[in-house]
């Protein structure tokens, strides 16, 4: 597709389960970033990918998060035990060289997780 | 740290109104700052950026934003609004993290 795409949309899990939720970039996009949107707040910055670079992980809020990325394209972000707290959108978006902060991201439409 | 502020939780204007969302970054070296609009059910929409160069930058959807470094502000204007420009809008600065603003929600009046 010509877009960024998520799966899923939606996500309901139980408290303590694990979940993954999936990224597919626009293609030839070497940058890839998630980040997490609670109700009524703005963007929380997760993790950046560049290229074949050590991810920034700086934003993830505890080691029960985690994310890959396979072959350069496709990321997975993993919440390991989910808490209640953890519903939010999770939202990704990619660009094209992620250079210096200046690359325009281009964002999917999200994946909503609720934990119950 | 690196923050960015949208200090108008909720705007709500009549259609034809004039429009300023405002906008505030602390971030001290050169900010990458761009204005997004989420509308419901949608994802980001890139309405502007600005890196460098001219302070006033016109966008889509016939947005413009004025950068002022002695203010540490970028607002975020449109001369008349439309009711398909209800929306939730964010600020954000790449300058050294990737920071968003909390948001402002905009409503627009028949």
């Known amino acids: 597709g010509a877009g960024v795409s998520q799966s899923p949309s939606n996500k309901v899990t139980e408290k303590g389960k694990d979940v993954e939720l999936r990224c597919d970039p626009i293609?030839?996009?070497?940058?890839l970033y998630w980040y997490r949107q609670s109700l009524g707040q703005g963007l929380e910055f997760l993790i950046y990918?560049?290229?074949?670079?050590?991810?920034?992980k700086s934003g993830l809020p505890s080691d029960r998060f985690s994310a890959e990325r396979t072959g350069g394209s496709v990321s997975t972000l993993t919440i390991q035990r989910t808490q209640q707290e953890d519903s939010a959108v999770y939202l990704c978006a990619s660009s094209l060289v992620g250079a210096g902060g200046s690359d325009e991201q281009f964002f999917g439409p999200g994946t909503r997780l609720t934990v119950l | 740290a690196q923050s960015v502020t949208q200090p108008d939780i909720h705007i709500t204007v009549s259609e034809g109104a004039s429009l300023e969302l405002r906008c505030n970054y602390s971030?001290?070296?050169?900010?990458?700052l761009f204005w997004y609009v989420q509308s419901p059910g949608q994802g980001l929409q890139l309405l502007l950026k600005y890196f460098s160069g001219d302070t006033l930058v016109q966008g889509i959807k016939g947005f413009e934003a004025e950068f002022k470094r002695s203010q540490s502000s970028f607002n975020l204007r449109k001369p008349s609004v439309h009711w398909s420009d209800a929306a939730e809008y964010f600020c954000a600065d790449y300058g050294q993290n990737f920071v968003f603003g909390p948001g402002t929600r905009l409503s627009v009046l028949p």
């Open positions: 990918f560049q290229g074949n670079s050590a991810p920034d």
């Open positions: 971030y001290g070296a050169t900010p990458y």
């Open positions: 293609s030839g996009h070497t940058a």
